[in-house]
Structures are given as C-alpha cells and as structure tokens.
C-alpha cells in the first residue's frame, strides 16, 4: 500500500523451532533475511543452568521423592483427586519453606531480568538487525499471527505471545492473518496440490513429500511460475 511507502516493512513469522524469521527489502531492493532461535533464547536466558538448581534446591528440601509419587491432576475420579489434594497438603509446609528462601527469590529476580533483556534483544533482532545498518526508514512489523501451539512434541515452548507483545510495545505493528497461506498459491490462489516422490510402489515410490506443496496451474497462467 502506498502509506507504507518509504517505510522498511519487516515481514516476522513465527515458529516453534526458530522463533522468529524476518525478512525485510534494503534501500537497493534486496530481500534481506535475519532470525532467532528458540535454542538462542533459551541459552542466553540461563535455561538449563536454572532447572538444575531448582532440582538441587528440591533434592536438598526433600521433595523429590513426594513430588515424582504424587498422583496426576488429570484424573476422572473424586477419591485420586482427594488423595492428590491431601499429598499437596502434606509437602505444602516444606515447598512453601523453599520458595521464600532468599537464593529462590534472587534466581526469580535475575531470570526476569534476563528475560526481559533478551526479549529487548530480540525485538532489536527485528527492527534494527546488523544487517540493516544505515537503513534509516521507519520501520513497520507485520507480524503472522498464525494459530498453533508454542510447543510441540519434543522442543520446549516458545515465548511466541511475548515476543509479539514487546513488539507492539516498541514499535508499529500490524498482525497478518496467515489463513490459508500454505495451502494456497499466492500467484493465482489456486489450492496447493501434494509432490510425490517418483518410482513405484516397490522402490518407495508415489509417497507425498512432508511439506512440499505444487500450484496446479499452467506455468503460463500462474504469475509466479
């Protein structure tokens, strides 16, 4: 549109895996591209460094035992809830011992504090990467708001929500409605059809390939193609 003319629009998806990938034009009209990991996040927020000392710290106030015998909360019946419940009361008296102690309350201190650095860090990621020094335009997100999970099977949750807040809170924002962006073509908005790998059946062959999509259009038609 011509209000974002003369603008640096930074295109942000979001993901679990990498937590954001932007992709912005420089001034020559090159698409540039930057990112962060959920992996990067995690290592300059001290992750693993704090979960081992809080399992010290519950190890040491002994209650790792009750807690690894302590019942489910996802249960359809009144007597494990009420059995749950009365295991919560008897350790309540030790847990609440150990999270007052001043060495719990510094790590919750100092974990904030990293955060908040690292998501200020993140947001300049964003908005003023190496990559675009010198750039001097405004800068404007579009930011996919896709709705899925911040976690999946096997990778810890991503601070999707957050990030998409401290943005709003720094800069000029716009979410993008990210309906139907991977199953349709964007040139003619035709639906996406499966690639399947070629070879019979007996050689493995007419599989779909995970996450490989074709525009079904003639390639004459399609202004992508």
Not at 23 to 43: I, P, Q
Not at 96 to 116: E, G, H, N, P, T
Not at 142 to 156: E, I, K, L, Y
Request: net charge positive.
């Amino acid at each position: 549109p011509n209000r974002f003319n003369g603008m640096r629009v930074v295109g942000v998806d979001p993901g679990r895996i990498v937590l954001v990938t932007c992709a912005w034009e420089d001034e020559a009209g090159n698409v540039r591209f930057s990112r962060f990991t959920l992996k990067e996040y995690r290592n300059r927020l001290g992750v693993k460094r704090a979960q081992a000392l809080l399992r010290r710290w519950i190890k040491g106030a002994g209650l790792t035992e009750p807690l690894e015998k302590l019942r489910t909360a996802k249960t359809h019946s009144a007597d494990a809830m009420r059995t749950r419940i009365e295991s919560l009361l008897d350790i309540l008296p030790k847990g609440m011992d150990m999270i007052f102690k001043r060495r719990v309350r510094s790590l919750r201190a100092s974990q904030y504090a990293r955060r908040q650095r690292v998501m200020d860090e993140i947001c300049k990621r964003i908005t003023a990467p190496a990559e675009a020094a010198g750039d001097t335009r405004p800068v404007v997100v579009a930011f996919g708001s896709a709705t899925f999970n911040s976690s999946s099977r096997g990778h810890p949750p991503g601070p999707v929500a957050a990030v998409r807040r401290a943005l709003r809170a720094r800069t000029v924002m716009y979410d993008v409605n990210e309906y139907n962006t991977s199953k349709l073509c964007n040139g003619c908005h035709k639906k996406l059809t499966p690639m399947y790998t070629k070879g019979g059946a007996k050689k493995g062959g007419g599989r779909a390939i995970w996450g490989v999509r074709l525009c079904p259009t003639d390639p004459k038609k399609c202004r992508l193609r």
